[in-house]
């Protein structure tokens, strides 16, 4: 399947773009284009494989990263969440110079697989992926307690967490972290088997302690744009505090839109948004900031170019 191909929206569960039965809803619209950065950084987490769907818009992943381009983001990180879509992103990553891959079965997508064995036979094509030049990330990987329970699906979500940071490790690749309802139990994750030595907390969604936790061990929060709702003042404050050499942007496009775009589809070009709210947080200036995160992400990910 190529590029091209691929337009299943992976992580909804349907074709990307499949109509609703009954009434038809308008898509929201995608929100304007804010003012350019004059210092370009990188979106470190998106999924562009979202081209088509009835509910967030429609964006072709070309038209995604043009626009992208257009008002300082030079370049995304597109990361797999199934093993379909992990091998559409390490596909991608050869055909356009402004994409690197992150490949990995998402927590929520390990139960699925019902044994132990038919988990390890997908995980097994991961780590083929892992080995390409332009994947330079395992993810996104983790635990997710708010949609998964019961007891074997529980172990099959920890086994793949386990054999993902195994990959990274020995393809010293970046470890990138979903851990929805369960810092804790990543964090005993990480520092019992030990973690790589990039590991990225892929939006950021922890307290203070967590940050601190980040802090001690090295590891890279990445901030998207919920953090700027109101009520989330904890990741405000989780930012603050960060060493400015651990912090990294995102969209988790097309999700998590920033205000006052929320519940709106999100994109790569929204980024601008996200750092001149960080910097505001941070009382630094915007291009300083935009600098100090471009840094940051090449030396998590490596250069765009290299492998191209």
Known sequence: MTAEQFVRSSKAGKPAGSPKPGKEKKAPSFPPNPEPLAVAVYDNHCHLEFEFDDELGVMPWKENLDRAQSVGIKGVVQVGVTLESSKWCAELATKDQRVLAAVALHPNEAPLYKTRENLDAAIAEIEVLAKQPRVRAIGETGLDFFRTEGENDLELQQHSFEEHIRIAKENNIALMIHDRDAHDQVVETLLRVGAPEKVVFHCYSGETDLAQICIDNGWHMSVAGNITIKRNQHLRDSLIMAPKEL??????????????????????????????FMAEQRGVEVDELAAQLALNTERVYGSWAEGF
């Not at 097309?254 to 006052?260: T, Y």
């Open 247 to 276: 912090i990294l942007v995102e969209t988790d496009a097309p999700f998590l839109a920033p205000e006052p775009f929320r519940g709106r589809p999100n994109a790569p070009y929204l980024v601008p948004i996200t750092v001149r």
